[in-house]
């Protein structure tokens, strides 16, 4: 930038180039393949996804049996719906640590962030819907002379 001494010399100042906005380019693997990482509570998910015919595997086995509650397959199916692509990827994942739910949020993540990365025009949609964000609320820890996390004790007066 020139040298500013006053402020008349502000405007009249021309900026230099400015930092534009990132570009994202496509992370593919040698196979063809996006892999990208979700988290959720205490659940970690290492996503692979493909063109396919729309297989999801989870842990080795088909997403309904390992998430048996609809409301956990819908879950794990809400990017790909949101991005229009259904019947288009294979997902392979491995996830551990948590529960279920924590789990199919893990695998939403690691979906939603390797469709970014498969396909960058589709980051705009996924990031419109949430789907990118990491939902960073863990259990609170419990603190001592507490019998959970913020519950106290019985109180008795005698």
Request: aromatic share 8%; no cysteine; hydrophobic share 40%.
């Amino acid at each position: 930038m020139a040298d500013l001494s006053s402020l008349k010399d502000l405007g009249t100042a021309v900026p230099e180039a400015t930092a534009s906005a990132p570009v994202h380019v496509r992370k593919v693997d040698s196979l063809g393949r996006a892999y990208a990482t979700g988290k959720r509570k205490n659940a970690i998910a290492r996503v692979w996804i493909k063109p396919g015919s729309g297989k999801v595997t989870v842990n080795g086995r088909d997403f309904p049996v390992y998430f048996a509650r609809p409301v956990l397959q819908m879950i794990l199916k809400q990017p790909i719906v949101a991005a229009a692509r259904e019947g288009q990827f294979d997902v392979v994942a491995t996830v551990s640590g948590g529960g279920l739910s924590g789990q199919a949020g893990a695998v939403r993540h690691g979906i939603s962030k390797a469709l970014t990365y498969f396909e960058p025009g589709l980051r705009g949609v996924l990031k419109k819907g949430g789907f990118l964000t990491r939902d960073s609320r863990v259990v609170e820890r419990k603190k001592y002379g507490k019998a959970k996390a913020r519950r106290s004790f019985q109180f008795s007066k005698r």
